[in-house]
């Protein structure tokens, strides 16, 4: 007979809240970690940096010549001489279209 002890437990009610709640709670969840993976990876501009390194590489081999314009995926690059002073520079600037964010390296070089 201690087998057909009676055990507490909770109503059915009481389950299923608690069911509706963790289940909110995980939806709510996934999408805040779907927000900050999705915002990672368009705010990574590793990418295009590389791309622009690896056109200063082609510049300074005789490649490329400036002033010089492209696309690069979603990128607007150009390529100009500018001088400050007494000082030669390379400034190659990407625009990304459909944010306007703006990358710009500035090289030192001697004509």
Do not use: C
Not at 12 to 22: D, H, K, Q, R, W
Not at 50 to 63: D, I, M, Q, R, T
Not at 76 to 94: C, H, P, V, Y
């Amino acid at each position: 007979m201690a087998l057909l002890k009676k055990i507490k437990a909770s109503s059915l009610m009481e389950t299923l809240v608690a069911t509706v709640l963790i289940v909110i709670i995980f939806m709510v969840s996934s999408m805040v970690l779907n927000n900050i993976v999705h915002e990672n990876r368009r705010s990574n501009t590793q990418r295009i940096e590389n791309y622009l390194g690896h056109l200063h590489y082609e510049w300074s081999n005789g490649a490329i010549s400036v002033p010089h314009e492209e696309r690069f995926m979603d990128w607007d690059i150009s390529m100009a001489n500018k001088s400050e002073g007494r000082k030669s520079l390379l400034e190659i600037e990407a625009v990304q279209e459909s944010t306007g964010k703006r990358l710009t390296k500035t090289i030192i070089h001697a004509e």
